[in-house]
């Protein structure tokens, strides 16, 4: 029905930047809110940023001011651009999206992609 796809992960340098982009494609009427997570080993998946269709956005705490998420609505796409980087961004980071299908009679329905690795590291 529907795939969300990340790309743009990697291993950078601390202090260094990247720039993560997820597509989401399938039989998708409507998005609302779009939103990237990380797990880092042995931790719970955490939030750490979201974006809403409007273009209001929330961040957690630890990344503002570094990391970035934007959208194209029109290429049903997200974006989370990550600057600063330090070793404790190291994580696999997952977007999210909240979808309406085109299918009659569906409900809105979260999302996931499979996952990308973010790894900072000298």
């Known amino acids: 029905q529907v795939q969300l796809v990340e790309s743009g992960g990697g291993l950078v340098q601390p202090g260094g930047s990247l720039r993560l982009s997820c597509v989401a494609s399938g039989s998708i009427f409507s998005i609302n809110a779009m939103g990237w997570y990380r797990q880092a080993p042995g931790k719970q998946r955490e939030v750490v940023a979201s974006?809403?269709?409007?273009?209001?956005?929330n961040y957690a705490d630890s990344v503002k001011g570094r990391f970035t998420i934007s959208r194209d609505n029109a290429k049903n796409t997200v974006y989370l651009q990550m600057n600063s980087l330090k070793p404790e961004d190291t994580a696999v980071y997952y977007c999210?999206?909240?979808?309406?299908?085109?299918?009659?009679?569906?409900?809105?329905?979260?999302?996931w992609g499979q996952g990308t690795q973010v790894t900072v590291s000298s």
């Open positions: 974006i809403f269709a409007g273009g209001s956005t």
């Open positions: 999210n999206a909240d979808i309406l299908l085109s299918t009659y009679g569906s409900s809105w329905s979260v999302f």
